[in-house]
């Protein structure tokens, strides 16, 4: 079984830099065979982890699955595969965490994504039907269901969420508490989103290292994307 995104950051030194990539899978045949004849090259780059994207409501299901089966079995690259939750059942978000489980793949990005753009955001929302409405669900299903076989990664944003709010008015803090929901459900690292100013987010680690209302911030990985 493949190293976990965690085990492999804690065998790192202090002072060990690293990186990781992260692939798209292409929507044409021409980006598909661009794509693959380049992964070769970019993993001799010896990237700790490479992480592959799930369009919204499983709409790259297969390609998502077959580029992450591709990096983690074929190039021996620690893989971590998206995997978002917007109009997805139960028996879709199985099929795909049982075939991440076959392709030896233990590394899951657990995010709520976006609905496909023909679709309306409410629609998932107030669908009853709907089983998974935001990520700290999904993260709740797959430890019930698979207990500790996967390494769970969640997002946090440390300039603040930007959907539903002015610029103005991003605030960490007013994310704070979706954050810690999704940590204590079983979540093993985070993967923030994209920032410009560091001291945002040296403040935002230091607010993760001190919080109390969290059970597991010494074991907590905390990876940055600037």
Request: with cysteine.
């Amino acid at each position: 079984m493949s190293l976990s995104i965690k085990e492999k950051v804690k065998n790192l030194g202090a002072e060990d830099p690293f990186f990781s990539l992260e692939f798209f899978p292409p929507k044409t045949k021409y980006g598909v065979r661009n794509l693959y004849a380049r992964l070769g090259r970019m993993s001799a780059l010896d990237p700790l982890f490479v992480t592959v994207t799930w369009g919204a409501g499983g709409s790259t299901a297969e390609k998502t699955l077959e580029l992450a089966t591709t990096c983690q079995s074929e190039l021996g690259l620690t893989t971590c595969m998206h995997l978002t939750c917007t109009n997805m059942t139960k028996e879709l978000i199985d099929d795909a965490l049982e075939k991440a489980k076959q392709a030896g793949i233990v590394n899951i990005l657990a995010l709520r994504g976006d609905p496909p753009r023909d679709q309306d955001e409410e629609l998932n929302n107030s669908n009853p039907s709907s089983e998974f409405k935001y990520a700290v669900d999904l993260v709740r299903y797959i430890k019930k269901n698979h207990g500790d076989y996967f390494c769970i990664g969640v997002a946090a944003y440390p300039e603040g969420h930007v959907e539903g709010v002015d610029d103005s008015n991003q605030d960490f803090n007013t994310d704070l508490p979706f954050l810690i929901e999704k940590i204590n459900a079983g979540a093993d690292f985070i993967i923030t989103q994209l920032f410009y100013e560091v001291d945002k987010f040296i403040e935002f680690e230091k607010i993760i290292r001190n919080c109390e209302e969290i059970k597991n911030k010494d074991e907590l990985i905390i990876l940055p994307v600037s």
